[in-house]
C-alpha cells in the first residue's frame, strides 16, 4: 500500500505551460463540495512550509550544481512531508499537492541529467516507510503536452523563472521522463491530454473516479 493513512493524497504534474495551474484549484473546490466533511488542504513543491517557500525562491532563481538542487528538492520535501502532508493524511485530510516527486525525476533527471539511481535513492530516502514501502500520492494527474506546444502557451503568459527558461530539447526531456514513471505505475497515474480544450480537459477531471471515503 502506498497510503496507509486515513487521508487521500493527490498531485498534479506536468512540463511548464501544460495547464495544470488553471484546473487545480477548481478541483481542490470540486472535491470540497463533494466531501464536505472532509478539509481539503492546497499545497505545492518546491515549498509548502515556511523553509520551503524560502527554498524556492532560490531553486528558482539562483543557478546551482545539479546535485546541489535535487538534494534541496529534497530537503524541502522531507520537510513539507513531515510538517505538512504526513500530518494532514494521519488526521483524514484530502491532500492536493502542485507538483511532487514525479517533478524531481522529470525535471532534474531527465531535464538535467542527474541519474536515476541517485534519484531513486533520495526518493526511498524520504519517502520509504520502515516497512519497506513508499508513500506515494494515491493519485497523480499528469498533464501531457508535446514540449513546442507548451513552450508556446508560456511565451504568451509570464516572466520565465530559471526552468522555464530551459530550452525545448530540456522540456522533452522532462516530458519523455514523466511519461516514462507514468508508465512504471499505471495504476498511480491519470494522464491528460493537455492539447484539448479546457472544457473538455475539466469535463475529464470531473469524470475521474476519485474515491477519498
Ligand atoms: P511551477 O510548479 O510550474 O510553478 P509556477 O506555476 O508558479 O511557475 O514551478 C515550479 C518549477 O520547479 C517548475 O519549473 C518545475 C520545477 N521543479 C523541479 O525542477 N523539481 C522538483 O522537484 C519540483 C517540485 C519542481
Redesign the pocket.
Known amino acids: 500500500m502506498k497510503n496507509n493513512y486515513p487521508g487521500y493524497f493527490l498531485s498534479f504534474e506536468?512540463?511548464?505551460?501544460a495547464g495544470?495551474?488553471t484546473h487545480i484549484e477548481a478541483f481542490g473546490k470540486l472535491l470540497q463540495e463533494r466531501y464536505p466533511d472532509k478539509e481539503v488542504v492546497m499545497t505545492?513543491?518546491?515549498?509548502g512550509t515556511a523553509l520551503g517557500e524560502e527554498l524556492?525562491k532560490l531553486?528558482?532563481d539562483a543557478p546551482m550544481n545539479l546535485e546541489t538542487?535535487?538534494l534541496l528538492?529534497?530537503a524541502?520535501?522531507r520537510e513539507h512531508l513531515a510538517q505538512v502532508i504526513e500530518p494532514a493524511l494521519q488526521a483524514g485530510k484530502i491532500v492536493i499537492s502542485?507538483?511532487?516527486?514525479?517533478?524531481?525525476?522529470?525535471?532534474?533527471g531527465g531535464?538535467?541529467g542527474l541519474s536515476l539511481d541517485k534519484l531513486n535513492d533520495l526518493e526511498r530516502w524520504v519517502q520509504g516507510r520502515t516497512s519497506g514501502t513508499l508513500l506515494q500520492p494515491n493519485l497523480t494527474i499528469l498533464f501531457d503536452l508535446p514540449g513546442v506546444v507548451a513552450e508556446a502557451r508560456r511565451s504568451q503568459v509570464?516572466i520565465p523563472?530559471?526552468?522555464?527558461k530551459m530550452d525545448l530539447d530540456f522540456f522533452e526531456r522532462?516530458r519523455q521522463e514523466y511519461l516514462r514513471r507514468a508508465t512504471e505505475d499505471p495504476a498511480r497515474f491519470h494522464i491528460v491530454d493537455a492539447t484539448q480544450t479546457k472544457e473538455v480537459i475539466w469535463a475529464e477531471l470531473v469524470s475521474l473516479p476519485v474515491k477519498c471515503a
Open positions: 506536468g512540463i511548464d505551460g495544470k495551474s505545492r513543491e518546491p515549498g524556492r531553486l528558482l538542487e535535487a528538492m529534497f524541502a520535501r502542485d507538483r511532487f516527486t514525479d517533478a524531481s525525476f522529470a525535471y532534474q531535464g538535467r509570464r523563472d530559471k526552468f522555464e522532462v
